[in-house]
């Protein structure tokens, strides 16, 4: 299915392509790595590899030892702060990355920006991933924002590894000073001259990755990333929500401030998981996040595994995906909804809907209808295509014999006697009991 755009039902134009260009960092380098060894690799696939959450918890305790040995945290111009930032550049060095510490002064304090360039790739289509390296000063910081951190350190050294050949370059970035008001992203991207930040493909954040009563939160910023997070999550089952906490609470951010397409991952901090929440993706209801959050019992105790696991396989399926060739938005008229509608296991129908305002006269004779529900046993659902006059098109039958997963196609309707304008609907609906589902996502193409 070709990749959509979108997160709320609105028309995507023939929008730009996330392909742009970049060189390496401008910031006076304080060192850097020699560059890459020739290797064998592989040339630009979208498969990223398992990425080990032995691995990425081996980072976590090593930052739980750099707090311990300096005061009990990592925080901006104290002395844990520098030593994490040495570990992580120490770690990319080895495996052959391009670093560069970019110092910067807030507070009176001296902070540090780390850049890595992985050598390769086409340097006018530049794709980052980041996360904040800080903690506060009362705490070790290991959820926030350890676990982004080692999540993204274990991404680029998982790159490496494979001796991956991405069509675009990638750039990966630890930042300081988030916590004091996102200080050391704000930073890069003011001293980035105009022409290097337009060359940059995408900026995906990574702030929080492991709270343990985790939720699954993507942001709903670049629908093109966003989609890709969705698709991964969707893929291995496991339903997500918009992040709402804030679009200016982290280090995107800036990003986003300047025209980057951004998007990232985020478990949730201190609201309180709902009690349907809790029903979707199990934990406590009415228990924040992340208790711990911003306190000193954010230690390598305050992780969930099986969150960090799920984010750092996703965070490299991203990377893998997104750096692995031009991404090129849907032209044409593409309409699309990814808001998550459960589906009532043997109960009513539910419909997920789409708007179209800006077209005129009639639907075409192929209206290309791109249904993606998640679900147990696919036999139990009847999906319909609802016109805005009320006109139904049935898309699927039930069939008690396919028991398969999930609906994931592209329908044809001939929609030729429908107007384009109006509310189009897919409506779903489980007629047989035990096995559950949502829609994922609907569009309509014309
Ligand atoms: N500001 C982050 C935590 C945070 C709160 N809301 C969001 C939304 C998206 C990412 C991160 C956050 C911090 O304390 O580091
Ligand atoms: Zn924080
Ligand atoms: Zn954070």
């Given at each position: 299915m070709a990749p959509f755009a979108s997160s709320t039902p609105r028309r995507t134009a023939a929008a730009a392509a996330l392909a742009l260009a970049g060189l390496l960092a401008t910031a006076a380098p304080a060192a850097t790595a020699a560059p890459a060894a020739a290797r064998t690799s592989s040339v630009g696939t979208a498969a990223a590899p398992d990425i080990s959450l032995t691995a990425v918890k081996g980072h976590l305790t090593q930052l739980q030892?750099?707090?311990?040995?300096?005061?009990?945290?990592?925080?901006?111009?104290?002395?844990?702060?520098?030593?994490?930032?040495?570990?992580?550049?120490?770690?990319?060095?080895?495996?052959?990355?391009?670093?560069t510490v970019q110092p910067f002064?807030?507070?009176?304090?001296?902070?540090?920006?780390?850049?890595?360039?992985?050598?390769?790739?086409?340097?006018?289509?530049?794709?980052?991933?980041?996360?904040?390296?800080?903690?506060?000063?009362?705490?070790?910081?290991?959820?926030?924002?350890g676990s982004g951190s080692a999540a993204v350190l274990e991404t680029a050294l998982a790159v490496s590894r494979a001796g991956y050949r991405p069509t675009k370059h990638l750039r990966f970035a630890w930042w300081g000073a988030e916590e004091l008001g996102i200080i050391g992203s704000k930073h890069y991207v003011a001293n980035l001259p105009s022409t290097e930040r337009a060359k940059?493909?995408?900026?995906?954040?990574?702030?929080?990755?492991?709270?343990?009563?985790?939720?699954?939160?993507?942001?709903?910023?670049?629908?093109?990333?966003?989609?890709?997070?969705?698709?991964?999550f969707a893929g291995i089952g496991v339903p997500t929500e918009i992040e709402t906490e804030g679009d200016g609470r982290?280090?995107?951010?800036?990003?986003?401030?300047?025209?980057?397409?951004?998007g990232g991952l985020f478990t949730g901090a201190s609201r309180a998981k709902t009690s349907a929440q809790a029903q979707k993706w199990g934990g406590?209801?009415?228990?924040?996040?992340?208790?711990?959050?911003?306190?000193?019992?954010d230690t390598t105790s305050n992780i969930n595994d099986t969150a960090l696991n799920r984010n750092s396989d996703a965070l490299a399926h991203a990377v893998w995906t997104l750096s692995a060739g031009t991404t090129e938005p849907p032209t044409g008229g593409t309409y699309q909804n990814t808001a998550d509608v459960a589906i009532p296991d043997g109960g009513t129908a539910v419909t997920s809907s789409v708007t179209v305002g800006d077209r005129t006269g009639n639907a075409p004779?192929?209206?290309?209808?791109?249904?993606?529900?998640?679900?147990t046993y696919r036999g139990d659902l009847v999906v319909d295509l609802v016109a805005p006059d009320g006109t139904a098109y049935r898309l699927k039958n039930s069939s008690s014999?396919?028991?398969?997963?999930?609906?994931?196609?592209?329908?044809?309707?001939?929609?030729?006697?429908?107007?384009?304008?109006?509310?189009?609907?897919?409506?779903?609906q489980d007629v047989a009991r035990y096995d559950t589902g949502y829609v994922n996502s609907f569009s309509l193409t014309f």
């Amino acid at each position: 299915m070709a990749p959509f755009a979108s997160s709320t039902p609105r028309r995507t134009a023939a929008a730009a392509a996330l392909a742009l260009a970049g060189l390496l960092a401008t910031a006076a380098p304080a060192a850097t790595a020699a560059p890459a060894a020739a290797r064998t690799s592989s040339v630009g696939t979208a498969a990223a590899p398992d990425i080990s959450l032995t691995a990425v918890k081996g980072h976590l305790t090593q930052l739980q030892s750099i707090a311990t040995a300096n005061g009990g945290n990592r925080a901006h111009g104290r002395p844990g702060y520098k030593a994490s930032i040495d570990y992580v550049k120490g770690k990319l060095d080895a495996a052959g990355f391009t670093t560069t510490v970019q110092p910067f002064t807030y507070n009176g304090a001296t902070g540090y920006n780390l850049i890595a360039d992985w050598p390769g790739g086409d340097t006018n289509q530049v794709l980052m991933a980041g996360s904040h390296l800080d903690s506060v000063t009362s705490g070790p910081g290991i959820n926030d924002n350890g676990s982004g951190s080692a999540a993204v350190l274990e991404t680029a050294l998982a790159v490496s590894r494979a001796g991956y050949r991405p069509t675009k370059h990638l750039r990966f970035a630890w930042w300081g000073a988030e916590e004091l008001g996102i200080i050391g992203s704000k930073h890069y991207v003011a001293n980035l001259p105009s022409t290097e930040r337009a060359k940059l493909s995408g900026y995906m954040n990574f702030d929080m990755l492991g709270s343990p009563n985790a939720g699954y939160f993507v942001y709903d910023d670049d629908p093109v990333i966003e989609k890709t997070f969705k698709d991964y999550f969707a893929g291995i089952g496991v339903p997500t929500e918009i992040e709402t906490e804030g679009d200016g609470r982290s280090d995107h951010a800036p990003f986003m401030n300047a025209g980057v397409p951004v998007g990232g991952l985020f478990t949730g901090a201190s609201r309180a998981k709902t009690s349907a929440q809790a029903q979707k993706w199990g934990g406590t209801a009415g228990q924040a996040f992340d208790r711990c959050y911003h306190s000193s019992c954010d230690t390598t105790s305050n992780i969930n595994d099986t969150a960090l696991n799920r984010n750092s396989d996703a965070l490299a399926h991203a990377v893998w995906t997104l750096s692995a060739g031009t991404t090129e938005p849907p032209t044409g008229g593409t309409y699309q909804n990814t808001a998550d509608v459960a589906i009532p296991d043997g109960g009513t129908a539910v419909t997920s809907s789409v708007t179209v305002g800006d077209r005129t006269g009639n639907a075409p004779a192929a209206l290309k209808v791109g249904v993606d529900i998640v679900h147990t046993y696919r036999g139990d659902l009847v999906v319909d295509l609802v016109a805005p006059d009320g006109t139904a098109y049935r898309l699927k039958n039930s069939s008690s014999g396919d028991s398969a997963d999930n609906v994931r196609e592209t329908y044809t309707v001939d929609a030729s006697s429908e107007t384009a304008n109006g509310v189009w609907k897919l409506r779903v609906q489980d007629v047989a009991r035990y096995d559950t589902g949502y829609v994922n996502s609907f569009s309509l193409t014309f």
